[in-house]
């Protein structure tokens, strides 16, 4: 089954302690991308990649960091937490070129306390 | 820069009924736009896309949007709600042209869906 695989789907956590939401997709896409969404801010995007070892930044990329090594695999790194980061963040992955629709993964709600 | 606009927070319908979420957007160039929805504690599912061609769009579960360029909006719609469309709706805009924008993808904020039967 097609699917963009994340976790933890649910953390809390305290401020400045290094935290890593992993991604994982199945379909072999190349464009992957992280986003946070907030209640009355809709989806922002926080870093995306277009392929392996090429990140940039999206929307809304202070506090953390990505990493492409594989193409599978894009974990979000949050090296020192704060509690403005606490949200509900979303990994999508598609195909290369234009046309192609975002697959989201299920969501990791993350509380820093 | 591009932005896209759902003005109604939550839209409210009976089972039965028609519905219509609007959406409208800006951008530099020509445009992609999606529908995507969201169900509690799910992550976002792609509904419909326009890309070119035919301004009326057919996709999942009986919705269907219509792209106006004129008026730049991409209202999705239904003939006929169903309880189990409440959701939460996204539209989201892509510019295709050659600007710093091109290839991003940016989403409205959502428009909550309520079918009461």
């Known amino acids: 089954e097609a699917q963009v695989t994340q976790n933890p789907r649910y953390l809390i956590t305290v401020t400045g302690k290094k935290l890593t939401v992993t991604c994982s997709q199945n379909?072999?896409?190349?464009?992957m991308s992280w986003y946070r969404q907030d209640p009355g801010l809709g989806l922002r995007q926080i870093y995306y990649?277009?392929?392996?070892?090429?990140?940039d930044k999206g929307d809304v990329p202070e506090g953390y960091k990505v990493s492409r090594k594989e193409k599978r695999n894009f974990p979000l790194i949050l090296e020192s937490p704060s509690p403005n980061q606490t949200s509900l963040y979303f990994c999508?992955?598609?195909?290369?070129?234009?046309?192609?629709?975002?697959?989201f993964g299920e969501g990791s709600r993350l509380t820093v306390l | 820069a591009q932005s896209v606009a759902q003005p109604e927070d939550q839209v409210n319908v009976a089972e039965g009924n028609p519905l219509t979420v609007k959406c409208t957007y800006s951008?530099?160039?020509?445009?992609?736009l999606f529908w995507y929805v969201q169900y509690p504690n799910r992550g976002l599912q792609f509904l419909l896309k326009?890309?070119?061609?035919?301004?009326l769009v057919k996709g999942s579960y009986g919705f269907e949007a219509e792209f106006n360029k004129s008026q730049t909006s991409f209202h999705l719609k239904k003939p006929s709600a169903l309880v189990s469309d409440s959701a939460l709706y996204f539209c989201?805009?892509?510019?295709?042209?050659?600007?710093?924008?091109?290839?991003?993808?940016?989403f409205g904020d959502g428009t909550t869906l309520t079918v009461k039967p």
């Open positions: 999508a992955s598609k195909t290369q070129g234009l046309a192609g629709e975002l697959f």
């Open positions: 379909m072999n896409h190349e464009y």
């Open positions: 990649s277009m392929n392996v070892e090429v990140t």
């Open positions: 951008v530099s160039g020509n445009p992609y």
């Open positions: 326009y890309i070119t061609g035919d301004n």
């Open positions: 989201a805009v892509r510019d295709i042209g050659f600007g710093t924008n091109a290839g991003k993808s940016t």
